[in-house]
């Protein structure tokens, strides 16, 4: 899954693909990189970020939306029902769905549905996260979400970085068995995040390249069916490279919609 954010602050592509034929171009640089699904976002959900109202969040992903379907699976990125409703009328198919809550907008639709689990709201939700366990806390939340969702086709994500210390998202990554073992399909986003950063030295955004891969490649090889990710071509090569070593257990697997080839 290519990420495609059309907002002026996010964390690590702010401002780059805000112009509409910028995203649309960007967007298909991702399919042609190989990505089996393009993730249209116009608002950033990054630590501290600020509410878009709807109108504004409409105009920024809709014409990308409609450019973009006719080529890709195109998700869209949004914790809005009205903005969820008008992206699958211009085509797109999957729901990301960062607040978990709008799997009734999916059903209605016979669209996917992209589950995340979040602690908090975006503006303050790197304050003070807190879990007894992590682990069994998001898998109980997410088993929650998506058996009562309704919806034929539901991925669940631990939502790497949502409300989350660097322990709580490495004791995620680590025990990413437990949510691929619940049999829902996993997605995973790690790209370019901060606890890559501080993993790393303090590398910044945009020199997150390798530890973007290495966590995208790891989650793949403990079963997770999809990446999201900035950089599509050297993480579609570290999946081809683990599919031809034998070692994606999920790549290419459940969903139907997802793998990394
Ligand atoms: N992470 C981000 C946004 N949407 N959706 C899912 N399912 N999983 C994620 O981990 C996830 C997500 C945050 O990253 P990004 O879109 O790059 O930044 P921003 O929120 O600043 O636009």
Do not use: C
């Amino acid at each position: 899954m290519g990420v495609l954010n059309v907002t002026p602050d996010s964390f690590s592509d702010g401002g780059r693909w805000l112009d509409a034929d910028a995203a649309v171009a960007h967007g298909l640089r991702m399919v042609a990189e190989g990505a089996d699904v393009v993730d249209v976002g116009g608002e950033s959900t990054r630590p501290g970020a600020d509410p878009v109202d709807v109108d504004e969040e409409l105009r920024r992903v809709l014409p990308v939306v409609d450019a973009l379907a006719p080529h890709v699976r195109v998700s869209i990125d949004t914790r809005k029902a009205e903005v969820a409703e008008a992206a699958l009328e211009a085509g797109a198919t999957l729901v990301n769905d960062v607040s978990a809550s709008l799997a009734p907008v999916a059903a209605a639709a016979g669209a996917g549905w992209v589950a995340m689990h979040m602690q908090g709201v975006p503006r303050s939700m790197q304050v003070a996260p807190a879990y007894d366990d992590v682990v069994a806390e998001v898998r109980a939340f997410l088993v929650e979400r998506a058996s009562s969702a309704g919806v034929g086709e539901v991925w669940i994500d631990p939502g790497i970085g949502f409300g989350k210390t660097l322990g709580h998202n490495l004791a995620l990554l680590a025990h990413l068995g437990e949510l691929v073992a619940t049999g829902y399909p996993v997605l995973v986003g790690t790209s370019r995040k901060a606890f890559l950063g501080r993993l790393t030295g303090g590398a910044e955004a945009d020199d997150r390249l390798e530890a973007s891969v290495a966590t995208a490649a790891w989650a793949l090889a403990q079963g997770a069916a999809m990446v999201r990710v900035h950089d599509v071509a050297p993480t579609v090569a570290a999946a081809r490279l683990l599919g031809d070593a034998g070692g994606a257990g999920g790549a290419g697997g459940a969903g139907g919609a997802g793998g990394a080839g």
